[in-house]
Nanobody, 124 residues
Framework: QVLLVESGGGLVQAGGSLRLSCAASGPTVNIAKMGWFRQAPGKERQFVAA????????DYTDSVKGRFTISRDNAKNSVYLQMSSLKPEDTGVYYC?????????????????WGQGTQVTVSS
């Protein structure tokens, strides 16, 4: 069982920055993609960003393009989400996810493992 542990959430003013981290442990050899999803109060969990583990391919939801950057460190089995120019609508619980295939990176069903989530609150 792969274990994902997120960190780095917090309270920040609009326009500020935060960096989320996600460390994976356990049998990670089959992980092909890692992603970040977020869930705002009363809303469904939505795709934010993803990265293919074997290369540098990334994908972002339109609302965060140019503001968020996803990156990975294979040696540390970790993925990061650098968030800049934060807006109040970025508020939510951010979840790290890992999946066995390098496809369908935007879909929750394509991910096998999930972290416990970290709260990000952006004040106006």
């Amino acid at each position: 069982q792969v274990l994902l542990v997120e960190s780095g959430g917090g309270l920040v003013q609009a326009g500020g920055s935060l960096r989320l981290s996600c460390a994976a442990s356990g049998p990670t050899v089959n992980i092909a993609k890692m992603g970040w999803f977020r869930q705002a109060p009363g809303k469904e969990r939505q795709f934010v960003a993803a990265i293919i583990w074997s290369g540098r391919t990334t994908d972002y939801t339109d609302s965060v393009k140019g503001r968020f950057t996803i990156s990975r460190d294979n040696a540390k089995n970790s993925v990061y989400l650098q968030m800049s120019s934060l807006k109040p609508e970025d508020t939510g619980v951010y979840y790290c996810a890992a999946g066995d295939g390098d496809y369908a990176v935007r879909f929750r069903i394509a991910y096998n493992y999930w972290g416990q989530g970290t709260q990000v609150t952006v004040s106006s």
